[in-house]
């Protein structure tokens, strides 16, 4: 079972993908802000990390680029991608909200390589 990293700071966002991620049998272990994902960053390994672009204690690309930096395959989702730099974006596969969970599913069976 791949284990995910899922940082988004609005609860209702984050608590449904969790739900999609777990029905889909992957692990899933959550946080709010940029702080809280650094933390869980340095003290488990996960194969994949899910970031929200605007967090309230800064940006999510710099988590995916933290991740990405560790050899951990990145998935960057937002709400807001004409306010981002288009290189930050490109570095990472991303997603635009809403995401669908069929969508979201699809693409994170290819970055782990389950499909």
């Known amino acids: 079972m791949a284990r995910i990293l899922l940082v988004e700071d609005d609860p209702d966002v984050r608590l449904l993908l969790e739900h999609v991620l777990l029905g889909a049998e992957y692990g899933a272990d959550g946080a709010e802000t940029l702080a809280q994902a650094r933390a869980l960053l340095g003290s488990a390994s996960y194969d994949l990390v899910i970031a929200d672009a605007r967090l309230p204690d800064g940006s ?56």
């Open 60 to 115: 999510g690309i710099e988590i995916a680029d933290a991740a990405k930096a560790m050899g951990m395959k990145t998935l960057v989702i937002t709400g807001y991608a004409l306010q981002h730099d288009g290189d930050e974006l490109r570095r990472h596969e991303y997603l635009l909200k809403p995401v669908r969970p069929s969508e979201l599913l699809l693409t994170l069976r290819r970055l782990i390589g389950e499909g």
